[in-house]
Each structure stands twice: as C-alpha cells, then as structure tokens.
C-alpha cells in the first residue's frame, strides 16, 4: 500500500480520484496502489478527519474537491451512498476532460444510470457502471485492504453510449484488484440484488426491529446465540446507505419481497398443519442448496 | 480432553451417560472431563462409526446401550432432536437408579417436558429440563470441544417435582462446564427461543427456499455476497433436528411470525409510499439495537 509507482511508470499510469474513501473506494484504491496500476490517488471526501485517516495510511496522496479530482483524474470512482449520485456527478461534470472515464460502485445500476444520464448529459459515454460485489461488517477507510476484491465478482453494466476502450479501461482496473467482472443489463442485476442482497437486508432489519420493540426485548436478547448473530449481522449497517437502497430498488425489492411471502404462506402453512414431511422436505431442499453454494462460493 | 480422574477421586464423581455424542453431547462431556468433574464417561448412539469415533477423540470411554447407561450412569444427558426424548426416556426408565439424574439439551422445553411425564411417570422428578445456549456450523463428535460452553448461558427449567440437591447437581455440571446457568418456566423459554432461534432459521430456510427454487437461481447464487452468507448460514442446519424444534414449539413460533409479519407489513409499506424518514427510523432503530447487542453478547 505505501509502494510508490517507478518514477518511470508514472507517465502513463491513470491519476485515479475516489470518492468516498471508505471500504468500498479506499479497498479500490489500496489494490490498485500496490498492482501499481495508478500513479497518483486523489481522495475526496466531507470528513476531514476520515480523509486525514486515508492519507495516514497511505490509501491516498492528497485530499482534494470534487472540482479539482473533476480536472486533475484520468479515472473517477465513485464509492458513495446511490443517493449521492446525482448530486456528485453534476459537481463533477464542469471539470471532466474528455479521456476521463467515471465508474461507480453502487448497489443498485437502473437509479444510478438514471442519475448519471440526468448530471452528465451529452457526457454520458465516459460512465461506465459498477458494482463490486463485496463488502464487511466494518467501514471507513481503517477496514480499507488491498484484498477486499480479490476473487470476488465486480459487475459491469456498461452502456450503449460506452466506447470499447471505455469498458476495458474499467474492467482492467478492477482485474488489476483481483477481481473478476461479468456482464449484464442495469435491470436484470438489480433484480438479483433484490434478491439475494436487498431483501435479506430488508428482512434481517425487519427482524430485529421486531425483537428489540418486543415488550421482554431483553430476555430475549439475552438468550440469543450464535444463529441470531448470523442472521442479523447485516441489520447493524448503515442505515443511510441501505435507506438509500431499498429507495432506489424499490419495485424489484418489492416485487422479490411478494415472492418471499409466498414461500413463507407454504413454509408456515406446513407447520400449522404440522406435516413433517412437508416441512423436512422445504428444509431439505433449502439446506442442501445453501451447503451447496457454500461449497463453491468461496465464501465460507 | 485425555486427562483421567487421579484414583482416590474416582469414587466420588459421577459417571455421565451421554445420549447423542454430537457437537452438544461430545462438547459437555469433554468439558466435564476436562474439568475433573466426572468418572467414567459413557456414549449412547446409533451410528457405530461416530460412536468409534467418539472413542478415539477421548469424549467417551465406552459406547453402551440404553439399557447399560440407564443401569451405570449417575448423571445421563440428552443431547437428541427433541423428538426423540420420549421413547429415549422409555428405554431408560426401568433400569433407572433413585439417584441417577436425567438432563436434556433440547431446544424446545414445554414439549419435552410433556414427553418425560409421559416417559418416567413417578420418576419425573429425576428429570431436570435444560437448554444450552450455544451452537456451531459444524456437527458430529468431531466438532465437539472443551469451550463451547464457556461463558454461555444455559437456561434450566426445573419442574416442581425437582429435589433441590437435583436441580444444584445439573447446574453445578454446567458451571464445571464454565456456563452460566439461569432459570426460568418451561413456557417462557419456548416463547423467547421461538422468537431469537426457531423464528430466525424458519425465515433464513423460507428465504433459501425462494432464492434456490426461482428460474434463475445460478445467476442469483453468483451475485450472493457476505450478507447472503450470514443471512443463509443457519438454513444448511439439520432438516430432521429443525423439523422436529419446529413441531414442537408450534404454537410460540407460529404466534411469533405472526408478529414478524406485522413488523414486515409496516416497513414494506413504508417502502411502498418510499417514505424515507420512516425507513431511515425503522432501520436505524434496528441498527442500533443489533450494534448494542454485538457489543454486550460476547458473540461478536
């Protein structure tokens, strides 16, 4: 992380501005810094003292507003809450010059690409969509590590408007982290990540919501074990971001929330008539699908 | 794990029967040895190989029948699907000694109870009801180690039928074991279990479900992330011990869905008028409460 580029090297390696120097984008920048596919690394941020703690630890080289990272960046990723998005991109469209290639990191693609057609208008080629599927309990530029990416999957939704060197350009740097990228349209991927990112959220929340208003919340809590720790882990995110999510995937999440709904009308239909057999088989079929998923995710 | 009892103490402790030589049996009978708490060490158990198995490890000296732990041991512990206790406690019963004390492991309590009178008859008062808070992924002798209990919370609900000299004889096995016993009604504990255990993998397996049974379950298991993974992980556990729990703890886990349902409808809806403000309090409400939870569990 604090190796610096071959003097030689810098000529042609991109400047790369993040904004929002999290997990997310501080992860982005601290892969990219030690496979030295960047010179310089430019952070924008509102914290002080989070951009302060980035320096510190070398995630970046110089804190800086979006106006000047708008000017100075050859690549600019955005690593914020999806709500930022327009807002960010009109404060950055004055500056951009016309090789700069914007890409995000957000969780939803159809609201974003909406935002970004809004701010950037006629320069709407130079954004090219992301979303790196991965993530951690922590935050802030302290959990940032060049591993974040490594062997997870990054998906593109790159459009029409995209050159070809556009797309590479992105995808390479996201190679570069270790990451591998796949492609699809906005809509079909927000519609997966209503499924399997969204909605466990909006469940897991709903969740402990409901014990923690419960009229005995503390004896309960007090004998909840490892299977509540699991199940509930993502509820204890940023409720901004994911407020900023369920916004701005709202049909889809909708819509897989109705389908949710319908396994759980059979589920506790089965158990209020208490066929055993039912209820071993939708168990079953549930615990060999996700023995099977954590066999080959890598991820546990 | 290997260490043997010095001679002169031999005839003072107890020899423990474990039934079922799992996580959760092969655990506190390692731990009591461990502790110097108990003699000789017997397993009960179907599977010829585990049972072997459990032998190698030093869990247990001698794999025995029903029968022959009912007639040796002082203290014999259940570590079953729930469903199982009563014709368990049947096949114990005739050979059973004055002394000898029975505990149990089960996750359900009301229903338990219900079997043992069914079971023991005049003998109920020999059986004291008990509920270790504390599990793992992973199953089998093999998994079992001297610490799962330490610093857990087991619940005992002791029946009016209970000795005070039986009730003191469990707990100070689980404290040998470094738990830390509470007591409470056998309703309560069904009521609390159903809302922080059975309810969490009820959804988690009801979600599952949904996710691998949609038409493009592979493009959705290809974008799971970390919080899938969390969210998920308790619904690869058993088929046949779930289905049993969820039997029989019916009634406290249907009432408490019907809550969770409720908690459900006011945030979809909430979602559906995209309502912000609500949305950032409800999950902001649950955030906290989870965070605070972590914080003070001692689970993360």
Redesign the interface.
Known sequence: MQEQPQPGQSVQLPVLAVVGVGLIGGSFAAALRRARAVSRVLGVGRNRQSMQQAISLGLIDAAVSLEQASWEADIIMLALPVGMTQSVLEALRPGLRDNTIITDAGSTKVSVVEAARAALGDRISQFVPGHP????EKSGPEAATTDLYHG??V?LTPLDENSVDARLRVTRLWEACGARV?VMEPE??DI??A???H????????????????H??D??????????????????????M??DI??AN?DA??SE?S??R???DT??QA??T?D?AQ??D??????L???F??SR?G??
Request: no cysteine.
């Open positions: 599927i991965a993530g951690a997870r999957t998906v796949i079909t991927h997966v990540l499924s399997v990112s909605v466990p959220h909006f469940l897991s929340s709903v969740f402990m919501w409901q014990v923690a208003t419960a005995n919340a004896l309960r809590l007090e004998l909840a074990g490892s299977g509540f720790r699991d199940f509930t882990r993502i509820a204890a995110g940023s409720p901004e994911w407020r369920f916004l709202r999440i909708l929330i389908e949710v319908k396994a759980l589920a506790e158990l209020l208490a055993g209820l071993h939708f168990l079953e079929r549930a615990a699908a996700r023995r998923w954590g995710s991820l546990k």
